[in-house]
Structures are given as structure tokens and as C-alpha cells.
């Protein structure tokens, strides 16, 4: 049973307009959320995080938006760059909630292709 | 400074044969995680040490696999009696202080094909 998903494996996006990657997630005890981005043959790379207390973080051109009722997150990127093509990774975690402490579950990934 | 390092970048085994997969973490790092990512998924967690002791190693998919850490530091990763179903990135991630909200590190992973 997948906790984290992402439903779209791909996504393409048109140089300078947003791209907006979404994820879901259904067990209640996450309470840290990560986006992480992945070139090939690379491992994936941190790119901005969100606590449950919070709805929004902004970075730059990232900003996380967290909707714990819906238990849905959601990664805006503005405006995108060819640059940002990668796989982007959901992933959760919760203290407490198992022995591995920052444990992280992710997602299956979406492929983002921004084109110039 | 460097990063997580892990060797080889490419195993290929044969089905039945023992495979050794090391991971370097980034110095200082105490806590160590292994996550396994098959083809179109994301990375899965297998094993969790803090120093040199396994708190968690609930997402080892059975005694075929076993992990150490002897020293805190470097980790192998250890199959016994490969199985096609266990041809994998192998991800190695590290971080500072354990269960803190800490950004893991990734390294760029193993990956192993058994034929």
C-alpha cells in the first residue's frame, strides 16, 4: 500500500511558465514533508521541505504548499527553466512514528520536461 | 567537501552469487540510511544506523540481505544468493544528526543487475 504517491509520471512545461507537481499521501502521522529532485545517474538532491505546522514554504523560484486536510502537497516552481528537468520526488516522514527517527517514504517521482 | 560516495557504480552478478555494495558517507555524519529505488519508483527504505549500531532494519525484505557499520562510518551492504527481483539502485543517504529534521544526503547509488 503506497502512503506517498504521485499520480502524474510525467509532466511538460514551457520555458518561463509554472510547472506545479502534485502529491498525496494518506497516513496521518506525517508530519515533515521533502521534495527532492533527481538527474540520472545522480542521487536525488534536496530541494525545500515543509513542516505540518505550516501551509506554505518559499524558496526562490520553489515554494511547497501543504493542504493536511486533503492530505495533499504540492511543488510550484516560477518561473521554470529548462534546467529544472529532472524526476522530483515526494517524500514524508513523522518522529516518533517509527525507530528510523527521519525514515523517508516517497513517492513513485514525476518527470518534468521544460522545454525552451 | 565530498559527498556521499558509494562503489561499485555498476554490479552485474550472476543469480545465486554474493555482492558487496559500499557506501562512504559524508564525514561527521552519524546517522546512515540504505533506500532501494526499482525502475519507475521511487526509493525505498531498507536499513537505518545511528554510529555503528542498526536502529532500524524493518525494510529488509528478508535474511537474504544484511547491512554493518562496524567503525560508524563506511557501511557495506550485503546480499546473499542474488535473485533477478533484486536488480536495484541501491541509495545510500546520510545526515548529520538522526531524527531531527535533518537533510539526508544522497549518494548517486549502486546499481546492481543480476542476470
Known amino acids: 500500500d503506497q502512503q506517498v504517491k504521485q499520480n502524474s509520471p510525467s509532466l511538460s512545461v514551457q520555458e518561463g511558465r509554472i510547472s506545479i507537481l502534485n502529491c498525496d499521501y494518506t497516513?496521518?502521522?506525517?508530519?515533515?514533508f521533502l521534495w527532492y529532485k533527481k538527474y540520472p545517474a545522480e542521487g536525488p538532491t534536496f530541494l525545500i521541505s515543509?513542516?505540518?505546522?505550516?501551509d506554505k514554504n518559499e524558496d526562490g523560484r520553489f515554494t511547497v504548499f501543504l493542504n493536511k486536510s486533503a492530505k495533499h502537497l504540492s511543488l510550484h516552481i516560477v518561473p521554470s527553466q529548462p534546467g529544472d528537468s529532472a524526476v522530483y520526488f515526494c517524500?514524508?516522514?513523522?518522529?516518533?512514528?517509527?525507530?528510523?527517527?527521519?525514515?523517508?517514504?516517497f513517492g513513485g517521482g514525476t518527470r518534468l520536461m521544460v522545454k525552451p | 567537501g565530498a559527498g556521499v560516495s558509494q562503489t561499485p557504480s555498476n554490479k552485474v552478478t550472476e543469480k545465486g552469487k554474493y555482492v558487496e555494495l559500499r557506501c562512504d558517507p559524508i564525514?561527521?555524519?552519524?546517522?546512515l540510511y540504505w533506500y532501494r529505488q526499482s525502475l519507475g519508483q521511487g526509493p525505498e527504505f531498507l536499513i537505518y544506523?545511528?554510529?555503528?549500531?542498526?536502529?532500524?532494519d524493518s525494510g529488509l525484505p528478508n535474511d537474504r540481505f544484511f547491512a554493518v557499520r562496524p567503525e560508524g562510518s563506511v557501511s557495506t551492504l550485503k546480499i546473499q544468493r542474488t535473485e533477478r527481483g533484486d536488480s536495484a539502485v541501491y541509495l545510500c543517504?546520510?545526515?548529520?544528526?538522526?531524527?531531527?529534521?535533518?537533510?539526508?544526503?544522497f549518494g548517486p547509488g549502486t546499481r546492481l543487475l543480476v542476470l
Open positions: 543517504a546520510s545526515s548529520l544528526i538522526p531524527g531531527l529534521r535533518e537533510t539526508q544526503y
Open positions: 497516513n496521518s502521522m506525517f508530519d515533515y
Open positions: 515543509i513542516s505540518s505546522i505550516k
Open positions: 517524500a514524508a516522514s513523522a518522529v516518533g512514528y517509527h525507530n528510523a527517527g527521519n525514515m523517508l517514504t
Open positions: 564525514s561527521g555524519h552519524t546517522a
Open positions: 544506523f545511528q554510529g555503528t549500531g542498526a536502529a532500524d
